[in-house]
């Protein structure tokens, strides 16, 4: 099993661009879908989460009122729509899959078990 995340680019400062996470032999409503990213040198950070159940998401203090994390599940996807987009917001950007999130341990990566290989997102100042 093996997610894909996709959208990835460069965009100037103040663009936006839309993450795609797709899964393979994985139906992703049954699972909480969590977006992190890591920078060149830097830990992986968390991004933003979807619970599974009930749809409550949760946000890294630095993308609040940016970012948007929700779910097509017509099409087995998980989108995140980055807006307002800035140069410290570079990084790879992970889409994970876990079925025992809960409240505590959404913010860790450790908790997911289902990984994919990342997508590149640039920011030009």
Not at 16 to 28: D, E, Y
Not at 47 to 52: E, G, I, L, S, T
Request: proline residues 3%; contains cysteine.
């Amino acid at each position: 099993v093996q997610l894909q995340a996709s959208g990835g680019g460069l965009v100037q400062s103040g663009g936006s661009l839309r993450l795609a996470c797709t899964a393979s032999a994985l139906t992703l409503d049954d699972y909480a879908i969590g977006w992190f990213r890591q920078a060149p040198g830097k830990e992986r950070d968390f991004v933003a989460a979807v619970k599974r159940s009930g749809g409550t998401t949760y946000y890294g203090d630095s993308v609040k009122g940016r970012f948007t994390i929700s779910r097509d599940s017509a099409k087995n996807t998980a989108i995140l729509q980055m807006n307002s987009l800035k140069p410290e917001d570079t990084a790879v950007y992970f889409c994970a899959a876990g079925s025992t999130i809960i409240t505590s341990n959404i913010y860790n990566p450790r908790a997911y078990h289902y990984w994919g290989p990342g997508t590149l997102v640039t920011v030009s100042s």
